[in-house]
C-alpha cells in the first residue's frame, strides 16, 4: 500500500498564503498524476488543481492565478502554493495521486487524510 501525508493546512486571514504539502511514501515505482482537491461544508468534493507526471498542470477557474501547483518527484511529494486567500477558499484539502507501486508492479490511485484550511474575513 502507499500512505499519503499531508501538512500545511490552518487559519489565515484574507489575503494571506499558505502551502500544502502531500508525501507518499510505500513501495512505490513512479507516481503518475497528483493533485489537490477540497470539500467546502454541504458541497461536493471539487477538483482544485492537478499535475501530470510530465508536468502539465490544470486548475479550477475559481483559483486560476492564485494557486500553484508542483511536484518534486525525488521526495514523491505534490506541493500547493495558495496565495492572495479568500474565505470561499475555505475548506479540507486532500491530496490524490495515482501511483504503480509494490513488488509486483500494481496501479493504484490513494487520498491523503485531508488538512483543514480556514481562511477569515
Known amino acids: 500500500q502507499v500512505q499519503l501525508v499531508e501538512s500545511g493546512g490552518g487559519l489565515v486571514q484574507a489575503g494571506g498564503s499558505l502551502r500544502l504539502s502531500c508525501a507518499a511514501s510505500?513501495?512505490?515505482?513512479?507516481?503518475?498524476?497528483m493533485g489537490w482537491y477540497r470539500q467546502a461544508p454541504g458541497k461536493q468534493r471539487e477538483l482544485v488543481a492537478g499535475?501530470?507526471?510530465?508536468?502539465?498542470?490544470n486548475y479550477a477557474d475559481s483559483v486560476k492565478g492564485r494557486f500553484t501547483i508542483s511536484r518534486d518527484n525525488a521526495k514523491n511529494t505534490v506541493y500547493l502554493q495558495m496565495n492572495s486567500l479568500k474565505p470561499e477558499d475555505t475548506a479540507v484539502y486532500y491530496c490524490?495521486?495515482?501511483?504503480?507501486?509494490?513488488?509486483?508492479?500494481?496501479?493504484?490511485?490513494?487520498w491523503g487524510q485531508g488538512t483543514q484550511v480556514t481562511v477569515s474575513s
Open positions: 490524490k495521486l495515482e501511483t504503480i507501486f509494490d513488488y509486483v508492479p500494481t496501479i493504484g490511485r490513494f
Open positions: 510505500g513501495i512505490i515505482v513512479s507516481i503518475n498524476d
Open positions: 499535475i501530470t507526471s510530465g508536468d502539465r498542470t
